[in-house]
Protein backbone atom coordinates (compact mmCIF):
# COMPACT_ATOMS: atom_id res chain seq x y z
CA UNK A 1 0.00 0.00 0.00
CA UNK A 2 1.43 3.27 -0.89
CA UNK A 3 -1.52 5.76 1.06
CA UNK A 4 -2.25 7.78 -1.96
CA UNK A 5 -5.34 8.12 -1.15
CA UNK A 6 -4.82 10.24 1.87
CA UNK A 7 -4.85 13.39 0.15
CA UNK A 8 -7.97 13.06 -1.55
CA UNK A 9 -9.66 12.08 1.55
CA UNK A 10 -8.00 14.78 3.54
CA UNK A 11 -9.26 17.42 0.67
CA UNK A 12 -12.65 15.93 0.62
CA UNK A 13 -12.96 16.15 4.43
CA UNK A 14 -12.05 19.71 4.33
CA UNK A 15 -14.25 20.81 1.48
CA UNK A 16 -17.29 18.94 2.93
CA UNK A 17 -15.76 21.08 6.66
CA UNK A 18 -15.71 24.34 4.43
CA UNK A 19 -19.41 23.68 3.30
CA UNK A 20 -20.94 23.14 6.60
CA UNK A 21 -19.19 25.76 8.06
CA UNK A 22 -20.99 28.17 5.24
CA UNK A 23 -24.38 26.52 5.55
CA UNK A 24 -23.95 26.90 9.39
CA UNK A 25 -23.10 30.71 8.92
CA UNK A 26 -25.78 31.15 6.19
CA UNK A 27 -28.96 29.26 7.23
CA UNK A 28 -29.86 31.41 10.41
CA UNK A 29 -29.44 34.42 8.37
CA UNK A 30 -32.25 33.48 5.86
CA UNK A 31 -34.16 31.77 8.83
CA UNK A 32 -34.13 34.76 11.21
CA UNK A 33 -35.10 36.78 8.04
CA UNK A 34 -38.34 34.60 7.05
CA UNK A 35 -39.20 34.32 10.37
CA UNK A 36 -39.02 38.23 11.45
CA UNK A 37 -41.09 38.32 8.18
CA UNK A 38 -43.68 36.23 9.33
CA UNK A 39 -43.98 37.60 12.54
CA UNK A 40 -44.50 41.30 10.43
CA UNK A 41 -47.16 40.10 8.61
CA UNK A 42 -49.03 38.58 11.64
CA UNK A 43 -49.12 41.63 12.78
CA UNK A 44 -49.97 43.45 10.01
CA UNK A 45 -52.87 41.64 9.48
CA UNK A 46 -53.95 42.01 13.36
CA UNK A 47 -53.75 45.64 12.64
CA UNK A 48 -55.77 45.82 9.92
CA UNK A 49 -58.18 44.84 12.57
CA UNK A 50 -57.79 46.68 15.17
CA UNK A 51 -56.65 50.16 14.59
CA UNK A 52 -52.97 51.02 15.99
CA UNK A 53 -50.90 54.10 15.50
CA UNK A 54 -47.53 54.25 13.42
CA UNK A 55 -45.05 54.87 16.66
CA UNK A 56 -46.75 51.40 18.47
CA UNK A 57 -46.75 49.29 15.05
CA UNK A 58 -42.79 50.50 14.40
CA UNK A 59 -41.57 49.74 18.21
CA UNK A 60 -43.86 46.53 17.85
CA UNK A 61 -41.96 45.73 14.43
CA UNK A 62 -38.40 46.91 16.08
CA UNK A 63 -39.14 43.99 18.86
CA UNK A 64 -39.62 41.37 16.65
CA UNK A 65 -35.96 42.36 14.82
CA UNK A 66 -34.60 42.03 18.49
CA UNK A 67 -35.97 38.64 19.14
CA UNK A 68 -34.84 37.36 15.40
CA UNK A 69 -31.09 38.85 15.90
CA UNK A 70 -32.10 41.30 13.31
CA UNK A 71 -30.01 45.04 12.40
CA UNK A 72 -33.03 47.36 11.93
CA UNK A 73 -33.29 50.47 11.76
CA UNK A 74 -36.74 52.85 12.94
CA UNK A 75 -35.65 54.42 9.14
CA UNK A 76 -35.83 51.28 7.42
CA UNK A 77 -39.16 50.61 8.04
CA UNK A 78 -41.82 52.42 5.81
CA UNK A 79 -45.86 52.68 6.43
CA UNK A 80 -48.04 53.36 3.74
CA UNK A 81 -51.95 53.63 4.91
CA UNK A 82 -54.05 53.61 2.16
CA UNK A 83 -57.83 53.85 1.76
CA UNK A 84 -58.65 50.07 1.95
CA UNK A 85 -55.23 48.35 3.39
CA UNK A 86 -51.99 48.99 5.40
CA UNK A 87 -48.29 48.50 3.78
CA UNK A 88 -45.33 47.69 5.57
CA UNK A 89 -41.65 48.18 3.84
CA UNK A 90 -38.64 46.67 5.33
CA UNK A 91 -35.47 46.90 3.90
CA UNK A 92 -31.87 46.08 6.43
CA UNK A 93 -28.74 44.19 5.32
CA UNK A 94 -26.75 41.26 6.95
CA UNK A 95 -22.98 40.68 6.86
CA UNK A 96 -21.52 37.28 6.46
CA UNK A 97 -18.22 37.26 7.19
CA UNK A 98 -16.05 34.50 6.95
CA UNK A 99 -12.05 34.09 7.05
CA UNK A 100 -12.15 34.11 3.58
CA UNK A 101 -15.09 35.66 2.52
CA UNK A 102 -17.65 38.62 3.34
CA UNK A 103 -20.90 39.36 1.90
CA UNK A 104 -23.11 41.83 2.78
CA UNK A 105 -26.91 40.34 2.02
CA UNK A 106 -29.88 43.24 1.47
CA UNK A 107 -33.45 42.01 2.42
CA UNK A 108 -36.28 43.91 1.13
CA UNK A 109 -39.68 42.65 1.57
CA UNK A 110 -43.20 43.83 1.92
CA UNK A 111 -46.26 42.70 3.84
CA UNK A 112 -49.36 44.18 3.52
CA UNK A 113 -53.62 43.72 4.81
CA UNK A 114 -56.65 45.18 3.84
CA UNK A 115 -58.11 47.41 6.61
CA UNK A 116 -61.49 46.59 7.88
CA UNK A 117 -63.85 45.30 11.12
CA UNK A 118 -65.08 41.89 12.19
Not at 34 to 57: A, P, T, Y
Not at 70 to 99: A, C, G, M
Request: aromatic share 12%; charged share 25%; glycine share 8%.
Amino acid sequence: MRGGGTTGCLFSLLLIGAFAYAAYQLVPIYWHNQGFKDDVDGLVRRVSVRQINEEKLITEILDFAGRHEIPLKKDNIRITKLSDRIRVEVQYDREFKSPVYSKVFHFQWTVESFLGAL
